[in-house]
């Protein structure tokens, strides 16, 4: 018990810090997990024993992570995307896996480990991927979309594999077909089963947990899904991982799935965390420093050669430009976090020797580092080695700038949906003059036919942007989809005519003081405009004077949507990650006997600088005093605030205590 505990408190110790580190310079928690491994485990300073207990947490970290990959996985998203999805990703996996599979056949490796290492090599890293992907504004780009469209392919086929390493591993190569037959049909037996359990049984089941209003309860029950599915694949002689990937997607179709991916997220993390960190102790650093000069010279033939194999691809099969190819190339061009899985599997079946273990765990270390500079610069690599790439941009440049020339004082809408399509045919009612940019084809190309003035175009561009005319616009109206989209328009026009008014559309009021301080004249969220609208029929319909209703919808919006933005949560707890003015909320405090707050004036309390807002003030005699009143406080009021969660429960202590 002693040394456990001891070990459980070097590894929390040790990866708070490694952790903190790796954040502050930009590197993702992965590699801070198997730097932790690789320095503690048993080939290096040895102060954390490689026990069967992590091990078997390790695991069940693995087993929640195909638990969340299932979560996300949709069908429907799959079926709208096949053709990058199923005809691209699945293109990349096959080619990358045979041609690298073949290459360590033929340098001497065993059947069965060739087959592994094409299938780490297959993978990419869809966390540090989709992660820098956002940061850069760029998840809504054509290499971004593509990107993405081949990482879900690659998440998916990750469980085959994993269901195929243990058959391999069998010694009898007779009955390997036989095997590897029983697996499939099993494996297809027990998904047609479980997928039944999940729409028949599931549902109801968590209807019946989430009535009883118990968050321990509904946690509990996830926990049992979880781990009781895993089991039952693993006791079918299937994998874990398998039963926790069809848990996932048996509940991915429930209205609860957002409520169980944050209920299990602090159990896949820290498990997950486990699992790098065994991984690192994997590596034996005295074996590696004879083979490293391979592991760097492997990793950079797997990074050249997935970015040639998925550039010719992406032109073939999604008919991609030089350019465009070229970038998603580079950005999937590491070995992923599931290859670690994979890795972990066939360690676990003694399929691969010594040698091969240390440099393929080298080389996915290697590239995953390398990840995010290769992310980062992807932009610059397609104009430094595309040729296509600047012409094409150059060539879509001046056709822009032939159709936009005639334009002065010109609204210029980015994006052309059913909102932008639908500011156009105003506009063009009323006599103004627009240019819309996007980039659909499809949607261009009918919208064109059609009479509107519209063109091919990335607006998150510079060049674009000036071509369209943004230094002579009257305004620019941004109908992006994507947030990210939204805002990297918003900052290049802002930087080339810091004057013209900009509007921007936003579903929600989610970014509404980023993209506010950001430059933007006004944003509109949907959500609130909804319930502005909605409001305004019914007060219409109430008999009030429409002049009356239409200048108490003008000082809401003049307010920036104050008291709209401030509601009562469902959920008391917020999530971390997200910025702070994401996670205020009403909270509804009583002043009883006692109570600090009782006899002074909302002045006195200071509540602006604990980072409270006061929405009202209710007496218990069911009158509201203003905020700016004079009147004491009294035992029974009843004061509404807004804040931050950690605020809110320091601001109750304040109230009774002072």
């Known amino acids: 018990m002693h040394d456990t505990l001891s070990d459980t408190i070097i590894l929390l110790a040790v990866s708070v810090i490694a952790v903190s580190l790796f954040r502050r310079i930009k590197l993702p928690a992965v590699l801070a997990y198997l730097a932790v491994g690789i320095s503690f485990g048993p080939h290096a300073i040895n102060l954390i024993q490689n026990s069967d207990t992590l091990h078997f947490l390790a695991e069940i970290g693995i087993a929640f992570l195909l638990f969340s990959l299932g979560l996300e996985f949709s069908l429907n998203k799959l079926i709208a995307n096949r053709r990058a999805v199923i005809g691209l990703g699945s293109s990349q996996v096959a080619l990358t896996l045979l041609i690298a599979g073949l290459s360590a056949w033929l340098l001497g490796s065993s ?29 809504d780009s054509r290499h971004g979309q593509a990107s993405i469209s081949i990482l879900l392919f690659q998440d998916v086929a990750v469980v085959p594999m994993l269901v195929i390493i243990p058959v391999i591993a069998s010694d009898n190569e007779a009955s390997f077909l036989l095997e590897l037959s029983y697996s499939f049909a099993m494996g297809v037996g027990v998904t047609v089963i479980m997928l039944a359990i999940g729409r028949w049984l599931l549902r109801p089941l968590f209807h019946e947990i989430a009535s009883a209003h118990s968050a321990e309860l509904f946690t509990l029950a996830v926990l049992l899904v979880a781990l009781l599915s895993a089991w039952a694949t693993a006791f079918a002689g299937l994998s874990m991982a398998l039963g926790a990937f069809l848990a996932g997607m048996m509940l991915s179709e429930t209205e609860f799935k957002h409520q169980i991916e944050n209920d299990i997220r602090p159990f896949r993390d820290i498990l997950l965390g486990l699992f790098f960190i065994t991984v690192g102790m994997l590596l034996n650093l005295n074996t590696l420093q004879h083979v490293f000069i391979w592991a760097i010279l492997l990793a950079i033939a797997v990074i050249i050669a997935k970015t040639l194999i998925i550039m010719t691809l992406s032109k073939r099969i999604i008919h991609s430009t030089n350019g465009v190819a070229l970038r998603t190339g580079v950005v999937l061009s590491q070995c992923g976090e599931f290859g670690f899985a994979i890795m972990a599997l066939a360690v676990s079946s003694n399929i691969m020797a010594e040698t091969e273990e240390q440099i393929l765990l080298a080389t996915i270390v290697i590239t995953m580092i390398a990840t995010p500079f290769l992310v980062k610069y992807n932009g610059l690599l397609a104009k430094k080695l595309a040729g296509g790439y600047l012409q094409s941009r150059e060539q879509t440049k001046e056709q822009i700038a032939s159709d936009a020339n005639p334009l002065k004082a010109h609204v210029i809408i980015c994006g052309f949906g059913r909102i932008g399509q639908n500011i156009a045919k105003i506009l063009d009612s009323e ?167 009782i006899g002074k004036k909302i002045e006195d309390l200071h509540l602006q600088s604990r980072g409270i807002t006061l929405h009202r003030n209710r007496r218990n005699d069911s009158n509201v005093v203003s905020p700016n009143s004079d009147a004491k406080l009294k035992s029974g009021d009843i004061l509404v605030l807004f804040g931050t969660p950690e605020d809110l429960e320091h601001i109750e202590g304040f109230l009774l205590n002072g």
Do not use: W
């Not at 060739?114 to 940061?135: D, M, P, R």
């Open 111 to 139: 059947k069965e480990s060739a087959f592994v290492i094409g299938c780490v090599l297959a993978l990419s890293s869809t966390a540090i991927v989709i992660k820098q992907l956002g940061e850069q504004l760029e998840t």
């Open 431 to 597: 006599g103004f003059s627009y240019f819309a940019l996007d980039y659909n084809v499809k949607l261009i190309t009918n919208a064109s036919k059609a009479g509107y003035k519209v063109a091919f175009g990335d607006s998150t561009h510079r060049e674009i942007l000036l071509a369209a005319g943004i230094e002579r616009a009257s305004i620019l109206v941004i109908c992006h989809d994507n947030v990210g989209s939204a805002e990297k328009t918003l900052l290049q026009a802002k930087a080339i005519n810091k004057d013209v008014p900009v509007l921007v559309r936003t579903q929600d009021d989610t970014y509404y003081t980023k993209l506010t301080e950001a430059g933007a004249t006004e944003v509109i969220p949907e959500t609130l405009e909804s319930s502005l609208m909605m409001a305004s029929h019914v007060l219409s319909i109430l008999g009030m004077p429409m002049a009356k209703i239409v200048r108490r919808v003008q000082e809401m919006r003049n307010n920036k949507y104050a008291t709209l933005r401030e509601f009562f949560h469902s959920n008391e707890a917020g999530d971390l990650e997200l910025p702070d003015d994401l996670r205020k909320r009403l909270r509804t405090f009583i002043l009883e006997d006692g109570a600090y707050a």
